[in-house]
């Protein structure tokens, strides 16, 4: 079932500023709006009626209306939808009979509920007629997740009933939106197996086609933004805050991309409502605003020889250790028909155009890897990498550093096979390693070699925006002088090393807004200094995202944004000038939906050709996308034409 915001409902009215509560469409699903009806309050002395139309979901098609009558004092009794009395209700006073046409009713005092087909227009005007519903009183109707289950022509007649029936009404709908990208093929997948088939989707998928059907059906204003937008823009802070404050919680992926495929509509007619538009914050990028596309880049299901297990998987961190090996750690994902943290590497090895599944032979088995999700791994030699971080459970996140050493060459006698030991150091600082989706990235000061540790979050630190030098072969950090602005801390970024120095871009800040900032930690003769780049035009804020530089060129791989109705693909932005494009990924030769954010990629230079492993995430309403096989990209014609 949907699970919208729902904001606790507010203690009994004791002010003034109390008086006029918000109603609240209670039931299987319960959503607590905070604006839409302002303008339906604003006259205690009128008597008003909010009308929720509420579905029952696949065990309940037809749907049903739900009446929440105001009483003279303005205040709206709140009870749960249901055809009987829930906890606390008083079954005496409780009433349930065959209303209206053969339809059930059920009624306690203030509030009447109404079992009736929605299709059925003629038994629905009569049902409300009997129930003691005047058309005449200004009436909000809300539909929780209700119209995209019916047929397109009967929702669309209903509407346009609604604007012919009620002269001075408010109507406000929560639904999906935005079918065609790949987390819109999950939710569609999602609802198709529960045997409720989103109708609307098709003909209505984006708000600016949700608008325009509810002004051609008779409505005069209509205005409507996605959840992500209603969650910034219209939940007060402290409400946010303690939502945040709940439960440990880091599948912030997810969240962002179910908010951006649910919307708010609020469509409105007669002047007694005076009129204002109801979602006036909005925010500087529209979420259905064109992405500005140079072109498109062909996506193609990596060539490997044998079959392929293990990479189904997020979370984890993949490394080229040799040019023709790509080390996996970590994550995820599926192991033995089922999903959890994985604890095994992985290894693929190039040969020619084709790659082969290799194997990893743990020099000492008894020091076990642990587990660790969004940690990272940075090759500092042909022989060693360096594991930091990342964490178990979002309360377990003191997994420290550890070694990753492997020979110079592979073995003669086993080529396909690489030697892994895993080695842990005196450790170097505990609050540098403490973290997760931080980054670390290998810089120059002096003459001297130095893991960059930046940013991440930690199990008491929704964002940290700190930073650590780790002398590479003292393995203990260094105080060195930074100079110019702090920048704002984030996690779920990227970062890459570029003329000694790092190069950092995107992620989410303290706000959990994604940032469209491209940062240079610049090498100076006594430290560094933190420098903006500026990008013409800016990128569009993201996070979840990998990113590479190739010949003076940072190449930014999928993630997460808010503010298009597109996805991520891959972005380009010359260093020296600044100028970006957006190229779009064509994945129409692939099976399955393309999940670009929780996962690793691979820049092979001399093939100009990203390799993408893994991604996905666990979505608490549709649950785990593992995206099934490595996908190559080719990037030599736009790297060429830039």
């Known amino acids: 079932m949907e699970q919208p915001l729902a904001p606790p409902f507010p203690p009994p009215a004791t002010r003034e500023a109390d008086q006029y509560p918000h109603p609240v469409a209670a039931g299987p699903r319960r959503a607590a709006l905070s604006a839409p009806e302002a303008e339906l309050y604003r006259h205690p002395g009128r008597r008003r009626k909010p009308l929720s139309m509420v579905s029952g979901g696949p065990l309940c098609p037809a749907g049903g209306f739900s009446l929440l009558r105001l009483c003279p004092a303005g205040a709206v009794v709140r009870a749960p939808v249901a055809p009987w009395p829930r906890d606390g209700a008083e079954p005496e006073r409780a009433a349930r009979s065959a209303g209206p046409g053969g339809a059930m009713s059920f009624s306690v005092e203030d509030y009447k509920l109404l079992g009736v087909d929605l299709s059925e227009l003629s038994k629905l005007e009569q049902a409300l007629k009997e129930a003691g519903l005047d058309p005449e009183v200004p009436t909000m109707l809300l539909a929780e997740v209700v119209l995209a289950y019916m047929e397109i022509s009967r929702s669309d007649a209903l509407i346009q009933w609604a604007a012919q029936h009620f002269p001075c009404a408010q109507f406000v709908v929560y639904e999906q939106m935005h079918p065609e990208d790949p987390f819109g093929r999950i939710m569609q997948q999602h609802f198709s197996r529960l045997n409720s088939v989103l109708h609307t ?12 059907r509810f002004l051609q059906r008779g409505w005069a204003e209509c205005s409507i933004i996605d959840m992500n ?19 440990p919680f880091d599948e912030y992926e997810e969240w962002h991309l ?15 409502l005076a009129w204002t538009p109801l ?77 082969r599944v290799g194997s990893v032979r743990m020099e000492k088995p008894g020091n076990t890897w642990g587990g660790r ?68 990235t ?60 790092a190069l950092i871009a995107g992620g989410l800040g303290a706000a959990e807004q994604p940032l469209n900032s491209v940062l240079f930690l610049r090498p100076t003769g006594s430290g560094f200094q933190w420098q903006g780049v500026e990008t013409h035009p800016p990128f569009i804020p993201r996070y979840s995202h990998t990113a590479h530089v190739h010949d003076g060129k940072l190449l930014l791989v999928g993630g997460v944004w808010l503010h298009s109705a597109s996805v991520p693909g891959v972005t380009v932005i010359d260093l020296m000038t600044g100028f970006s494009l957006d ?16 996962h690793s990629s691979i820049f092979l230079p001399d093939k100009r050709e990203l390799l993408l492993i893994g991604g996905g995430g666990n979505c608490f309403s549709f649950g785990t996308h593992l995206n099934l096989r490595p996908v190559c990209v080719c990037l030599s014609n736009i790297l060429t034409s830039q």
């Not at 989707?201 to 325009?212: F, G, I, K, S």
């Open 442 to 501: 290998e810089v120059t000061c002096q003459g001297q070699k130095y893991l960059f540790i930046y940013g991440g979050r930690s199990a008491v630190q929704p964002v940290l925006g700190d930073w650590y030098f780790l002398h590479l072969e003292e393995f203990s950090c260094r105080r060195i002088p930074v100079g110019g602005p702090v920048p704002e801390g984030r996690h779920s970024h990227s970062a890459c090393s570029w003329n000694g120095g």
């Open 201 to 212: 989707l098709a003909q209505y998928p984006n708000c600016e086609a949700q608008r325009r």
């Open 583 to 598: 190229y779009q990924i064509d994945t129409v030769s692939l099976k399955w939906p393309l999940m670009l954010h929780n």
């Open 279 to 355: 979602f006036s914050k909005m925010p500087a990028f529209s979420a259905d605003d064109p992405l500005r596309v140079a072109g498109s880049i062909s996506a193609s299901v990596c060539t490997i020889d044998s079959e392929i297990a293990g990479l189904r998987r997020y979370g984890h961190r993949s490394v080229l250790i040799k040019p023709h090996v790509v080390l996996t750690t970590g994550g995820f994902g599926e192991q033995d028909g089922r999903h959890c943290r994985l604890r095994d590497f992985h290894v693929l090895i190039r040969h020619e155009d084709n790659w």
């Open 229 to 247: 937008e209603f969650y910034a823009s219209f939940i007060p802070e402290d409400e946010r805050r303690r939502v945040k404050a709940l439960e």
């Open 258 to 272: 179910k908010c951006s495929h649910y919307f708010i509509l609020a469509a409105s007619k007669g002047k007694e």
């Open 373 to 440: 999700l969004f940690h990272t791994v940075t090759c500092v030699s042909g022989s060693q990498a360096l594991a930091v971080g990342g964490r178990m459970s979002p309360t377990n996140a003191d997994l420290g550093i550890l070694w990753l050493r492997f020979p110079e060459s592979m073995t003669a006698s086993d080529p396909d096979c690489v030697v892994v030991e895993l080695v842990s150091p005196q450790s170097a600082e505990d609050l540098a390693s403490s973290r997760w989706r931080h980054t670390t």
